[in-house]
Nanobody, 123 residues
């Protein structure tokens, strides 16, 4: 399976940005999908996840500002980011998990990853 993330860019603090991730595999609706991010010099961290049934979960740092959603007909997961802060600057990765337990928060529990898209927020 291939995951293709897009939508990153350079924005000012307070702005909004939307990311998309389209997968090539079958049975997209059967998987939990997640977004992670990795800032320079830091470990990859969980951002948000959406279950097969549409239940969502967010890291505390983005709760109330970011929204994850999915369109199973388009094999696509989205991340809408509002009120962006400088500390949101990172490479954002989408990922797929086979686990049925939700939420799935750790890198190790995701088996397929996109290539990453850079989000830079200037202060």
């Amino acid at each position: 399976v291939q995951l293709q993330a897009s939508g990153g860019g350079l924005v000012q603090a307070g702005a909004s940005l939307g990311l998309s991730c389209t997968t090539s595999g079958r049975a997209f609706s059967s998987y939990t999908m997640g977004w992670f991010r990795q800032a320079p010099g830091k470990e990859r961290e969980f951002v948000a996840a959406i279950s097969r049934g549409g239940t969502v979960y967010y890291a505390d740092s983005v709760k109330g500002r970011f929204t994850i959603s999915r369109d199973n007909a388009k094999n696509t997961v989205y991340l809408q980011m509002n009120s962006l802060k400088a500390e949101d600057t990172a490479v954002y990765y989408c990922a797929r998990s086979r686990r049925t337990v939700f939420p799935t928060l750790t890198v190790e529990n995701y088996d397929s990853w996109g290539q990453g898209t850079l989000v830079t927020v200037s202060s």
